[in-house]
């Protein structure tokens, strides 16, 4: 149990264009997901939480316009780069926690970004 | 300083060796301690989740917990070259569920 999963597992795309990643909570209702984004040999950095049906918080220093998060249903969030440059190249993780009452988060495969 | 100091190694250890894995933290609210192990290029997998003080043992894992010294530990028994990934601790206090990640150790498995 508890499998998240995201997809696309890695993207390569062109400077200005915009990149949408899925996450999915395969077996059981995610009411939180986190997106995080991991540099080569560093640890998780939280991005921004989101709570279904309402608006994601964004961690400080995180641009809202730039990585826009939507959390449509209970099982499915997306995490939108738009206008992506090379320095937005990255692994990008997210997490679910399910709503048991427990403070775990289960994480997806993470999914890699290079833009050229 | 950081919220929570984690040695990034490289950690190397024969196969069939004990391993201890250990975490800093300065935030005494904390209450909610997990241990993750990241695979190269792989999202991190939970090993182990512990609430407050105390031991808990799964495995060939154990998880201990001392709130007084502001530290937990991870040890492995009898380490396989399979255990070679890095080892994430993480740490969130109640009713956030706003996690606060160590860097990270490197371990190595040697065969």
């Known amino acids: 149990g508890a499998v998240v999963s995201q997809h696309p597992s890695w993207v390569i795309c062109k400077s200005g264009t915009s990149v949408k990643i899925e996450c999915r909570s395969l077996?059981?209702?995610?009411?939180?997901m986190f997106w995080y984004r991991q540099f080569p040999k560093q640890s998780l950095m939280l991005m921004a939480t989101s709570n279904e049906g309402s608006k994601a918080t964004y961690e400080q220093g995180v641009e809202k316009d730039k990585f826009l998060i939507n959390h449509a249903s209970l099982t499915l969030s997306t995490l939108t780069v738009t206008s992506a440059h090379p320095e937005d190249s990255s692994f990008y993780i997210c997490?679910?926690?399910?709503?048991?009452?427990?403070?775990?988060?289960?994480f997806g495969p993470g999914t890699r970004l290079l833009v050229l | 300083q950081k919220e929570v100091e984690q040695d990034p190694g490289p950690l190397s250890v024969p196969e069939g060796a004990i391993v201890s894995l250990n975490c800093t933290y300065s935030?005494?609210?904390?209450?909610?301690f997990m241990w993750y192990r990241q695979y190269s290029r792989k999202g991190p997998e939970l090993l182990m989740y512990?609430?407050?003080?105390g031991n808990k043992e799964d495995g060939r894992f154990t998880a201990q917990v001392d709130k007084s010294s502001k530290y937990i530990s991870l040890f492995i028994r009898d380490s396989q070259p399979s255990d070679s990934a890095t080892y994430l601790c993480?740490?969130?206090?109640?009713?956030?569920?706003?996690?606060?990640f160590g860097t990270g150790t490197r371990l190595k498995v040697l065969a």
């Open positions: 997490s679910a926690r399910d709503g048991q009452g427990l403070e775990t988060q289960y």
């Open positions: 512990t609430y407050s003080s």
């Open positions: 993480a740490m969130t206090t109640s009713g956030t569920y706003k996690y606060i």
């Open positions: 935030n005494s609210a904390f209450q909610y």
């Open positions: 077996d059981f209702q995610a009411t939180t």
